[in-house]
Antibody, heavy 122, light 110 residues
Framework: QVQLVESGGGVVQPGRSLSLSCAAS????????MHWVRQAPGKGLEWVAE????????TYADSVRGRFTISRDNSKNTLYLHMDSLRLEDTALYYC???????????????WGQGALVTVSS | QAGLAQPPSVSRDLRQTATLTCTGN????????AAWLQQHQGHPPKLLSF???VRPSGISERFSSSRSGDTASLTIVGLQPEDEADYYC???????????FGGGTKLTVL
């Protein structure tokens, strides 16, 4: 079955960096737009970033643009999120999510990972 | 980036019907249509419906959804204790070029 498994979460001080990975199994992500979505403790869902299948286009939420970088390695079937200049308000559970439609059409997310917890604390 | 509007909470009795709403605009719900997600405490979101009214395989027929203009609705009939969860709507916003979510509705089954 399809699985998305995030890793790399942890506790980090404000201003520092952290990287997350999302390994896919049960399908090839190479044809799909992939996304990161986060959820602060007790809060709702917030879209963070997306990357097109061939990594030609990336888009970011205003709250993370210039600090976060999304990337992918289709040969490893893996999605990444590198986070610089972390702030207290970046504390959240970070989910990777797969776009449902092959290609570059923006659609709903059909699979979600279990999430990786990032805690920014001094 | 503005989100979709959902009531924060809804309470209904066991075996009754609950209808949850999600209001957006012409650039998101009114254009791309909405998807609905269910999230139980401590678990990731789970897709309940997409493109306004399509139910993925494995989702109970007790869940149905629709759209009228810029408002999407999720109806759950015959409420069960396991339906108690947070429900989120989502839609791609073609104006902002981002995925927007509702703030979520906490459904309580009494």
């Amino acid at each position: 079955q399809v699985q998305l498994v995030e890793s790399g979460g942890g506790v980090v001080q404000p201003g520092r960096s952290l990287s997350l990975s999302c390994a896919a199994s049960g399908l090839s992500i190479s044809d799909y737009i992939m996304h990161w979505v986060r959820q602060a403790p007790g809060k709702g869902l917030e879209w963070v970033a997306e990357i097109y299948p061939a990594a030609t286009i990336t888009t970011y939420a205003d709250s993370v643009r210039g600090r976060f970088t999304i990337s992918r390695d289709n040969s490893k079937n893996t999605l990444y999120l590198h986070m610089d200049s972390l702030r207290l308000e970046d504390t959240a559970l970070y989910y990777c999510a797969k776009g449902a439609t092959p290609g570059t059409w923006h659609d709903f997310f059909d699979y979600w990972g279990q999430g990786a917890l990032v805690t920014v604390s001094s | 980036q503005a989100g979709l509007a959902q009531p924060p909470s809804v309470s209904r009795d066991l075996r009754q019907t609950a209808t949850l709403t999600c209001t957006g605009n012409i650039n998101n719900v009114g254009n791309q249509g909405a998807a609905w997600l269910q999230q139980h405490q401590g678990h990731p979101p789970k897709l309940l419906s997409f493109r306004n009214s399509v139910r993925p395989s494995g989702i109970s027929e007790r869940f149905s959804s629709s759209r009228s203009g810029d408002t999407a609705s999720l109806t759950i009939v015959g409420l069960q204790p396991e339906d108690e969860a947070d429900y989120y709507c989502s839609a791609w916003d073609t104006g902002l070029n981002v995925m927007v979510f509702g703030g979520g509705t906490k459904l309580t089954v009494l």
